[in-house]
């Protein structure tokens, strides 16, 4: 983890560098602040892991003579089957092309996503997946 968080952190001042030398070469506003947001988006990524870096114990990345079995294993906890994603999906596509062709399919979207929204958070609230 700690490798991940310094790889960004290096990068992040890099696209710094990049979007300075490209605002005062360029005058190019547009392709100038793009850039100057991707540097604030990798500040965020790399000091989150390099953040959580230092609560994680160490993993078999950050050892130079670990093997590739040495992080086998469980990864975590996915849903094994849940239609909640499509429902997010499919209102997602649905307001982001509401977005181009009008604001009016906003009202068939919204509801695709808050029932999309309220089943993956309360997907283990009911049903089978119930605690008892």
Do not use: C
């Amino acid at each position: 983890m700690k490798i991940q968080g310094k790889m960004f952190l290096w990068l992040s001042f890099f696209i710094l560098a990049m979007a300075v030398l490209y605002g005062l070469w360029s005058k190019e506003p547009v392709g100038t602040t793009a850039l100057f947001l991707s540097f604030g988006l990798t500040v965020m990524i790399g000091f989150y892991l390099a953040f959580t870096a230092k609560r994680v114990d160490a993993m078999a990345q950050d050892n130079k003579e670990a093997d590739v079995a040495d992080e086998a294993g469980e990864v975590g906890f996915f849903s094994p089957h849940s239609w909640q994603p499509l429902s997010l999906a499919i209102g997602g596509g649905l307001a982001f092309l509401g977005v181009a062709i009008g604001w009016w399919l906003l009202y068939f979207s919204l509801p695709l996503i808050l029932i999309g929204v309220f089943g993956w958070v309360f997907e283990y609230y009911r049903g089978e997946n119930q605690n008892q």
